[in-house]
């Protein structure tokens, strides 16, 4: 078997977002497995061939992030956008049940029952495996419902993707940023993307946890994993709890504030820690948790109704959008981008940093992924060199310990 050059570089950078999509473009070679501490990664079986090793090399998110796309506005911290808005679905079970404001799943369900799409690819609790994620077919409003809510968990939802586009129908995707930004590059080589997908849409992603993260959630509030029939790691509430059932129907919760804060935030994989777009810039519509700021200018996580903070960035998706408010399914009002920084001030700084975080993968003689048309430079120029010789002195630190 001939190891494949695109494969040994993200192994190389450690900047596999998991997506599934080379799995997807070469399944006669490629797998996926589940590795310590808990995330999906691909496992090469026999020797691409050319052209599945080309694709790869174009479309994987742990190679290259392209989106030099034409905007009406193209923000360097938050991408580019048409509309942003705060707002919240309608339906108070569907806000309810989401993690934030249900305007995600709200949008969704409208686009099955208007026939813009047949069908939604989207990623829910596996039922043979509470803590981890599987890719489902939603086609009906119920379905979207069961699948609403943030899973903090590693997902493949481009794993079957190539299938898909050979199936009858048009779908929506709904993924990380990494995963939309995988699919918007497929589609500039296969033109079946554009056809199949008229809606991609993203959620702001603070990261990938590992599996072992959550096990720890499970271990603090004793619930033993074995009797674990169902995990919901938000929801039911905003932000709403980590909540495991167990096989005699009790349940046992930590909250946002804990499971995030001090437990899976600590988890996240490298490609996370050097994403260029955690805020779906590719996506025709993304979608975030609207914090309101607390007395000291940070996001309280008291719980109280869900809002959603929603980005339109593209004409599909303003017509999607346009159309789901008029027919009563959402309701939002106007947001000036400047106030995105107060609801999501982690995504601000991560952003401000990256240039310094990608010099720290390159001192340290790790390969650099080509990030293209995110406006890095710009954004590191509205911080202060203080910031970036921490988070580049920082990031140096824990390449070299995680190698000892």
Not at 62 to 82: E, F, M, N, T, Y
């Amino acid at each position: 078997m001939t190891p494949s050059p695109a494969l040994t570089r993200v192994a190389r950078g450690q900047t596999c977002a998991g997506c599934g999509l080379c799995a997807s473009l070469a399944p006669e070679a490629i797998t996926l497995a589940t590795v310590a501490p808990g995330y999906s990664r691909p496992k090469q079986v026999a020797t691409l061939l050319p052209a599945a090793e080309e694709a790869i090399a174009a479309t994987c998110p742990g190679l290259v992030i392209d989106h030099r796309v034409a905007a009406a506005h193209d923000d360097p911290l938050w991408g580019p956008w048409r509309v942003t808005a705060t707002g919240h679905a309608t339906d108070p079970a569907l806000r309810h049940h989401a993690s934030s404001g249900g305007v995600l799943s709200a949008i969704l369900t409208y686009a099955l029952a208007s026939g813009a799409v047949d069908s939604v690819v989207e990623t829910t609790m596996d039922p043979a495996r509470p803590l981890a994620n599987t890719t489902v077919t939603a086609q009906t409003a119920a379905q979207v419902f069961a699948a609403a809510g943030s899973r903090y968990a590693s997902s493949s939802p481009l794993a079957g993707i190539v299938a898909r586009l050979d199936a009858p129908g048009r779908f929506a995707f709904v993924g990380k940023p990494c995963d939309v930004s995988a699919l918007r590059a497929l589609a500039r080589i296969d033109p079946r993307v554009d056809a199949k997908v008229p809606l991609m849409l993203a959620f702001f992603c603070a990261g990938v946890p590992s599996g072992d993260g959550a096990r720890r959630i499970l271990a603090t509030i004793d619930a033993p994993l074995a009797e674990v029939t169902a995990f919901r790691y938000r929801g039911d509430g905003w932000p709403g709890d980590a909540t495991a059932t167990l096989t005699d129907g009790t349940t046992r919760a930590m909250s946002y504030h804990d499971s995030w804060g001090q437990i899976l935030s600590k988890e996240i994989q490298f490609r996370c820690k050097i994403c260029p777009d955690a805020v779906g810039g590719a996506a025709d519509i993304a979608c975030a948790d609207a914090w309101y700021g607390d007395a000291r200018g940070y996001p309280s996580f008291a719980e109280q109704d869900g809002r959603s903070l929603v980005m339109i960035r593209t004409a599909q998706g303003e017509a999607i959008y346009r159309a789901a408010l008029a027919a009563g399914a959402i309701v939002t009002e106007p947001l000036d981008p400047v106030a995105i920084a107060a609801m999501q001030p982690s995504q601000l700084r991560r952003k401000r940093e990256l240039v310094a975080r990608l010099a720290a993968v390159a001192v340290t003689g790790r390969p650099v992924p080509r990030y293209r048309g995110v406006q890095l430079l710009v954004a590191a120029r509205q911080a202060p060199l203080r910031q970036h010789l921490r988070s580049f002195a920082g990031l140096v630190r824990r390449i070299i310990q995680r190698r000892a």
